[in-house]
């Protein structure tokens, strides 16, 4: 900025001035970038002017990105102000050091943000919308609306004909179809009451909807349909939004969170909010060490009433001289013994810092029960709080954050194992021969035939016709169309299969299962309208394959991505999942089966069929059946001895019934010999 003899120079912004040039002030001397920079530093009397009348500052002169705003979005007005001889003042806003500068008043505009707080629709009208920078709108419509297919929700066809025409046929096959929306009719009680509501079953901005009509080649779609049920936020309307679809949004610790739902679930690791209401609040997120103390006093309560039990039954009354029911039994003492190794043996194949009861503040005392030094077992949650719960559960850990344990068996043998990985899982895929072009024309009733995981040998429940919605798409619309369209068929959702369809790094349309391993394919077949071959250039499908490896040098199955241990080896029934990486050497998974684990184990053991208590139980059954036969078969003797004492006393009596008829005959007999003589 240069003035002459006569000239003078002032910078204002919203009536505030930042700075002033008198005559006779050489380009260089007077206001510069940096001058004025300095002038808006703090502290300042420039810089509090312009706060007091509610304009901010960012950037600098300098840099060449200084910007004043207004916080009530009010217009604001930059002047230079001019004084002297029409050549006086050279420089200055948008002019050279040579350049005269006659003064200038320049006024930003604030610009306008319509929104509704209802999801209503806006309307702008007035006399003339266009000369305030507005476009007029109507009743239903919305202005710049966009619509992106999600592939992750599916899409389908739904077939309206003379069957069906009438709203209650279109509400029943939209129900029907299940295509994630439902179809109702509502009545205002206008004299044209009904009108037919679309509502979708999912949440969040994603769940918008888009609706288009098709005729069956070459016959055009019903004129009638086409203007009652057309629907584009991004073009025709014929319906009117009355609900639009929106995100959950929230800040967790100034970081702003979206959602599709109202369960939000990645914004906290490990926690889930449900969020019901706008506002704020205050979340504290702690380890729950109540429940895990109460768990394990529940464990110290459980065998001790085992222990009482088994001393009880096994043990000698002295005061009522008696003896329990399994006094001097083998297979109780056996149980006792077992037990009580089990609970002082150190756990094996820990990584942390806990093996032992001892180390958690539970030990044995005197008459053999458990108990529990609360002091000692806060310290030991307070500083290992992740082994408290691998000290009583069976648990996997692995060095490999794409390697995670999965599950176990009785029969898996505690330990640290190397994981080596010769293949990785992949999926079945089709990849196309050749990029598409930028734009892709599905013509209505296209039609293909996908089988989808197929097995040996085939299956027609694997296999059906999947309908492409008709237009014209781009390269990344068409995948997510053939993606929702393959997956909305009822046939592959009911079976809980699905594809992926992407775009890869040369612009080739990708469609993979989303299913990992041998039992992982896709094929595809011509039904009508656009081939397979149009998209794929007749690529050929290649099937999955599964993971394999070994781990801990024994040999192990793969089945997709899931790797589990052989039966007789060390690694029985251990299931670890690879879900990416590198083939070769994939660090170590060390497994461990805790106090509680080993217990319920050793108790299924000796309780199923071959175990110790069911032999035992199963025995002292056969000695009373035994006992019984016995009993049975001496009583079948005693009521055989007294049949026999029975008829031999008959017999007897019989006899000496016989010998006193025998002997009153005699006497008779001899009686009147006696008196005959």
């Known amino acids: 900025m240069a003035t002459g003899a006569d000239g003078g120079y002032t910078l204002s912004v919203g009536g505030v001035q930042l700075a002033a040039q008198g005559a006779d002030v050489a380009a260089g001397d007077g206001i510069t ?4 920079d300095t002038a808006l530093t703090e502290p300042s009397t420039v810089l509090t002017a312009l706060t007091n009348a509610g304009i901010t500052v960012s950037g600098t002169a300098a840099g060449g990105d200084l910007k004043f705003t207004r916080a009530d979005g009010a217009n604001l007005v930059v002047e230079e102000a001019v004084t002297g001889s029409p050549a006086a003042v050279n420089g200055g806003i948008g002019k050279g050091g040579g350049e005269v500068n006659g003064g200038s008043s320049t006024t930003a505009v604030s610009g306008i943000s319509l929104s509704s707080t209802d999801a209503s629709p806006i309307t702008i009208a007035g006399s003339n919308p266009a000369l305030a ?9 919305y202005l710049g609306g966009t619509f992106a297919q999600d592939a992750n929700i599916a899409s389908g066809i739904v077939t309206i004909d003379s069957t069906n025409n009438t709203l209650e046929g279109i509400r029943d096959a939209v129900n029907k179809a299940g295509l994630g929306v439902t179809a109702t009719i509502v009545s205002d009680g206008s004299a044209n009451p009904y009108h037919l509501v679309f509502t979708s079953n999912a949440t969040g901005a994603n769940a918008s909807m888009k609706m288009t009509l098709s005729g069956d080649d070459p016959d055009p779609a019903d004129s009638a349909l086409v203007d009652m049920l057309t629907y584009d936020p991004a073009g025709t309307q014929k319906m009117t939004q009355t609900s639009a679809a929106q995100d959950t949004k929230l800040s967790v610790n100034g970081i702003a969170v ?12 490990g926690v889930t909010l449900t969020v019901t209401q706008t506002g704020s609040s205050t979340l504290n997120v702690s380890k729950n060490t109540g429940t895990v103390k109460s768990n394990v006093e529940a464990f110290v309560k459980a065998y001790n009433d085992l222990n009482g039990t088994l001393k009880k039954l096994t043990g000698y009354n002295a005061e009522t001289k008696t003896g329990g029911a399994l006094q001097g039994d083998s297979t109780a003492q056996s149980v006792q013994s077992q037990i009580r190794r089990m609970m002082t043996t150190g756990i094996s194949g820990l990584t942390g810092d806990i093996t032992t009861l001892g180390q958690v503040g539970i030990s044995f005392d005197k008459d053999g029960t458990l108990s529990l030094d609360s002091s000692k077992f806060q310290k030991a949650m307070d500083k290992s709080f992740d082994d408290i719960g691998a000290l009583f559960g069976a648990v996997g850990r692995s060095t490999d954050s794409l390697v995670s344990f999965t599950s176990s068996t009785s029969a898996t043998k505690p330990g640290t194992y190397d994981l080596s990985i010769t293949q990785l899982a992949t999926q079945g895929a089709l990849t196309g021969a050749s990029a598409l072009a930028a734009s892709t024309t599905i013509a209505a009733n296209t039609t293909w035939a996908v089988t989808l995981n197929d097995g040996t040998p085939s299956s027609a429940k694997n296999t059906t016709n999947v309908t492409i919605p008709a237009g014209t798409y781009t390269a990344t619309e068409l995948a997510k169309v053939v993606q929702s369209s393959i997956n909305g068929a009822s046939a592959f959702s009911s079976a809980g299969s699905a594809v992926t369809a992407t775009i890869d790094t040369d612009g080739k349309l990708v469609l993979s299962s989303a299913k990992y391993g041998s039992a992982s394919n896709i094929k595809l077949a011509d039904v009508s309208g656009n081939t397979v071959d149009s998209l794929f250039g007749g690529a050929t499908p290649t099937a999955g394959l599964d993971v394999a490896g070994t781990l801990g040098g024994h040999p192990v199955t793969g089945s997709g991505q899931t790797l589990t241990g052989l039966a007789g080896t060390d690694v029985e029934g251990l299931k670890v999942e690879v879900t990416g990486g590198a083939i070769g050497d994939r660090g170590t998974v060390s497994f461990s089966q805790g106090y509680a684990y080993q217990l319920n184990n050793l108790a299924t053991t000796m309780l199923g069929k071959t175990g110790q208590i069911t032999s035992r139980t199963d025995g002292i059954n056969q000695s009373i059946k035994d006992v019984a036969k016995q009993r049975d ?10 049949a026999r004492y029975r008829k031999q006393y008959s017999a007897l009596d019989v006899m000496l019934t016989n010998m006193q008829a025998t002997s009153s005959y005699l006497t008779q007999q001899l009686a009147a010999i006696a008196a005959n003589r």
């Open 133 to 141: 920078g507005l476009t007029a709108g109507t009743g239903g419509s």
């Open 33 to 36: 970038a940096a001058s004025i």
């Open 633 to 642: 078969h001496f009583a079948d003797k005693l009521t055989s001895v007294e």
């Open 258 to 269: 979206t959602s599709h739902s109202n369960n939000v679930g990645e914004a906290i690791q």
